[in-house]
Protein backbone atom coordinates (compact mmCIF):
# COMPACT_ATOMS: atom_id res chain seq x y z
CA UNK A 1 0.00 0.00 0.00
CA UNK A 2 1.27 3.42 -0.76
CA UNK A 3 1.41 6.22 1.94
CA UNK A 4 1.28 9.70 1.91
CA UNK A 5 4.48 11.31 1.92
CA UNK A 6 2.98 13.95 3.97
CA UNK A 7 1.19 12.51 6.34
CA UNK A 8 2.08 9.29 6.20
CA UNK A 9 -1.21 7.60 6.18
CA UNK A 10 -2.60 5.39 3.42
CA UNK A 11 -3.67 7.04 0.23
CA UNK A 12 -6.90 4.37 -0.40
CA UNK A 13 -8.51 5.81 2.68
CA UNK A 14 -11.07 7.88 0.61
CA UNK A 15 -9.73 10.93 0.74
CA UNK A 16 -8.81 12.69 -2.62
CA UNK A 17 -5.08 12.34 -4.28
CA UNK A 18 -2.72 13.76 -6.31
CA UNK A 19 0.11 12.67 -8.02
CA UNK A 20 3.31 14.71 -7.56
CA UNK A 21 5.13 16.94 -10.32
CA UNK A 22 8.03 18.47 -10.15
CA UNK A 23 6.83 21.49 -8.87
CA UNK A 24 4.74 19.80 -6.27
CA UNK A 25 7.67 17.65 -5.35
CA UNK A 26 9.85 21.03 -5.24
CA UNK A 27 7.64 22.85 -3.12
CA UNK A 28 7.07 20.23 -0.51
CA UNK A 29 10.56 19.77 -0.19
CA UNK A 30 11.66 23.14 0.15
CA UNK A 31 8.73 23.48 2.82
CA UNK A 32 10.60 20.86 4.41
CA UNK A 33 14.12 18.73 5.00
CA UNK A 34 12.59 16.32 6.65
CA UNK A 35 10.08 15.15 3.94
CA UNK A 36 11.34 13.96 1.00
CA UNK A 37 8.70 13.67 -1.79
CA UNK A 38 9.20 12.23 -5.17
CA UNK A 39 7.35 12.71 -8.38
CA UNK A 40 5.31 10.11 -9.26
CA UNK A 41 3.86 9.60 -5.74
CA UNK A 42 0.62 10.33 -4.33
CA UNK A 43 -0.05 12.79 -1.50
CA UNK A 44 -3.74 13.82 -0.18
CA UNK A 45 -4.78 16.47 -1.86
CA UNK A 46 -5.84 18.45 1.51
CA UNK A 47 -2.31 17.45 3.22
CA UNK A 48 -0.69 19.14 0.00
CA UNK A 49 -2.88 22.23 0.21
CA UNK A 50 -2.37 22.81 4.26
CA UNK A 51 1.70 22.11 3.96
CA UNK A 52 2.38 23.91 0.93
CA UNK A 53 0.33 27.52 1.40
CA UNK A 54 1.65 30.09 3.98
CA UNK A 55 -0.30 30.14 7.06
CA UNK A 56 -1.31 33.04 8.84
CA UNK A 57 0.20 32.83 12.63
CA UNK A 58 -2.12 35.49 14.00
CA UNK A 59 -5.75 36.83 12.32
CA UNK A 60 -5.13 40.20 10.93
CA UNK A 61 -7.33 42.88 13.58
CA UNK A 62 -9.08 45.40 11.52
CA UNK A 63 -9.57 48.38 13.45
CA UNK A 64 -12.36 50.91 12.00
CA UNK A 65 -11.26 53.18 9.42
CA UNK A 66 -12.01 56.85 10.82
CA UNK A 67 -13.67 58.61 8.38
CA UNK A 68 -13.10 62.26 7.59
CA UNK A 69 -15.71 64.59 6.65
CA UNK A 70 -15.00 67.74 5.06
CA UNK A 71 -18.32 69.14 6.15
CA UNK A 72 -17.36 68.20 9.68
CA UNK A 73 -14.22 70.39 9.87
CA UNK A 74 -14.43 73.87 11.78
CA UNK A 75 -13.11 75.68 8.79
CA UNK A 76 -15.15 74.51 6.21
CA UNK A 77 -18.45 76.76 4.92
CA UNK A 78 -19.47 74.76 1.36
CA UNK A 79 -20.66 78.76 0.28
CA UNK A 80 -17.45 80.41 1.09
CA UNK A 81 -15.15 77.61 -0.20
CA UNK A 82 -13.81 75.96 -3.29
CA UNK A 83 -14.43 72.27 -3.39
CA UNK A 84 -12.16 71.93 -5.83
CA UNK A 85 -9.03 74.25 -4.58
CA UNK A 86 -10.19 74.78 -0.75
CA UNK A 87 -9.63 78.41 -1.36
CA UNK A 88 -12.32 81.21 -0.61
CA UNK A 89 -14.48 81.98 -4.01
Same mark, same amino acid.
Given at each position: ???????????????????????????????????? &?????????? /????? =? %??????????????????? &?????????? /????? =? %??
Amino acid at each position: MEKCCICENELNDGQPISILTHRGVERINRSNDEIH &AEIGKGVHQK /CSKDF =T %RPRKSDPVQYQEAKVNLRS &ATPTYNAKGH /CIFLW =T %RS
